[in-house]
């Protein structure tokens, strides 16, 4: 099953975004290449982030589009990562699940299930393999590479700054996937 894309894909072009963290640790923000806010990500709280439907906001985190709307809401049960549409957590809006299959302070590997796909096959649509200490993440699809995440890096700069990273969408990708598989793989 293909899933729907929420953000426009030219099939010839990477897209490049900028994630930066919120100096409160509740949330980040996702800015596209011309610096404009294209998404944000929050855990509900009751004023700007609530959802009525969960039942503890410490394991749900929502993306939000630049207007507002709920776009997938991630959330961490029983050890998985469920991604929904919208702020449902109805079994019939699940996207993805996805299982931590490696945890170290210097590795870690997890696997996407789509929703399609039986999660009793154990054969994975995308794989998530990096460092989120270093803010590093390559997911992969077959033995194609799907998106990157890096530090932001400057010349002459010896300390960096682990609040601001940049995420490459290959194209022919969803970009609101690839947020959404991110937010599992960073998730605290």
Known sequence: METASFFPVDPQI????????SLTGR???VH???????????????RRCSSSSAPNPRLTKT?????????????YHNDEWHGYRGNSQEPKDLIFTVRKILYSPFETELHVFLSSTNIGDQ???FRLKGNPFRRACTIISGNSIVAQTNLLYKLRKIIYSRHKFRLTVYPGNDCVLAI????AFFWR
């Open 14 to 21: 990477p897209v490049d975004f900028n994630i930066r963290k």
């Open 180 to 183: 959404a598989m991110l937010m």
């Open 32 to 46: 596209d290449a011309q610096g404009s806010l294209a998404y944000r990500i929050c855990a509900p709280r009751r």
């Open 123 to 125: 054969k994975s649509c």
């Open 27 to 29: 949330g980040l923000t």
């Open 63 to 75: 993306l939000f589009d630049a207007a507002g709307n709920p776009s997938i809401s991630v959330v």
